[in-house]
């Protein structure tokens, strides 16, 4: 089984702050994608990565970035924090194109 | 673009009833559709996809759901409901590229006794 591991579950964070969340996956997937999940929205593509080193801006890449400078890690950065950045935080990854995405258990951000 | 739509925000059913969900997705070519679903405090697990051949597909936890292009549909089914299967449902389309899925806003489904 796929396992996409999230470091924290829950982060709470203060306004202004350089905040990292990381996300490891282990079955040597080419795609790593990290989403916003809020009440009503439903899922948002912040950014995503189809190979070591290369980033794509997904739909709401404002105020974000992203890392991946090893296959199995994927992380992402929000350089000062602010309170419409409170979150659930997704990462997933997928073998290729097409391919079901396999999902972490998510870490909820709580800037104040 | 691709889009989905989940029309049904929440629905009720009673433990042991039927269940369908809706989805319809908007996209120019055939797409690969998925269903996902995510417990409470939890991320998402897939329960079954679609990418070409029988249109009616079986996933895990006794659901299916049955491709239908003439009306760019891909409902999700489950014959009798579980109190477990109370959660959120996702449906997603995937053009096939590297940008993974567009997801709907997703369906909360409450299970009465």
């Known amino acids: 089984d796929v396992k996409v591991t999230q470091s924290s579950r829950y982060l709470v964070k203060r306004t202004g702050e350089k905040v990292f969340l990381e996300c490891v996956q282990d079955?040597?997937?080419?795609?790593m994608f990290w989403y916003r999940q809020d009440p009503g929205l439903g899922l948002r593509l912040i950014y995503f990565s189809y190979d070591v080193k290369m980033k794509e801006k997904g739909d709401i890449p404002e105020g974000y970035s992203v890392s991946r400078e090893k296959k199995e890690r994927f992380s992402l950065i929000l350089e000062s924090a602010s309170t419409n950045q409170t979150s659930m935080y997704l990462c997933?990854?997928?073998?290729?194109?097409?391919?079901?995405?396999?999902f972490g258990n998510g870490t909820r951000l709580t800037v104040t | 673009a691709q889009s989905v739509t989940q029309p049904d925000i929440h629905i009720t059913v009673s433990e042991g009833a039927s269940l369908e969900l809706r989805c319809n997705y908007s996209?120019?070519?055939?797409?690969?559709l998925f269903w996902y679903v995510q417990s409470p405090g939890q991320g998402l697990q897939l329960l079954l996809k679609?990418?070409?051949?029988?249109?009616l597909v079986q996933g895990i936890k006794g659901f299916e759901a049955e491709f239908k292009r003439s009306q760019s549909s891909f409902n999700l089914r489950k014959p009798s409901v579980h109190w477990s299967d109370a959660a959120e449902y996702f449906c997603?389309?995937?053009?096939?590229?590297?940008?993974?899925?567009?997801f709907g806003k997703g369906t909360h489904l409450i299970i009465q006794p």
């Open positions: 997933a990854s997928s073998y290729r194109g097409g391919s079901p995405l396999h």
């Open positions: 996209y120019g070519a055939t797409p690969y």
């Open positions: 679609y990418f070409s051949g029988d249109t």
């Open positions: 997603a389309v995937d053009g096939g590229g590297a940008d993974g899925l567009t």
């Open positions: 079955m040597d997937h080419e795609n």
